[in-house]
């Protein structure tokens, strides 16, 4: 599994990288959110992944992912 995240100028390689850790993402917000609620925050994980504006690669896809799942339920 690939375990960094780097910007495409064609923007495509953040959504297959991404889509590789979401089912994680899902799992870990389905043990501490309302069932009803998780697609929701699964999809502002995403988009907060997609419009975050840092200029360097992420070195762990999963531990920031999981920072960000965290900060949703907050």
């Known amino acids: 599994m690939q375990n ?3 910007r495409r100028p064609d ?4 959504v297959v990288d991404l889509s590789r850790h ?3 993402v899902r799992r870990f917000l389905m043990k501490r959110a309302p069932i009803g609620e998780v697609d929701d925050l699964v999809q502002e994980v995403a988009l907060r992944m997609q419009t975050r ?3 360097d690669a992420i070195d ?3 531990g ?6 965290q900060s949703v339920l907050t």
Not at 11 to 14: I, L, P, R
Not at 64 to 69: D, E, G, I
């Open 53 to 55: 504006r840092a200029t």
């Open 11 to 14: 923007g495509q390689g953040d």
């Open 60 to 62: 762990n896809v999963e």
């Open 64 to 69: 920031y992912l999981f920072q960000v799942a």
């Open 22 to 24: 979401l089912g994680a």
């Open 4 to 6: 960094s995240y780097a």
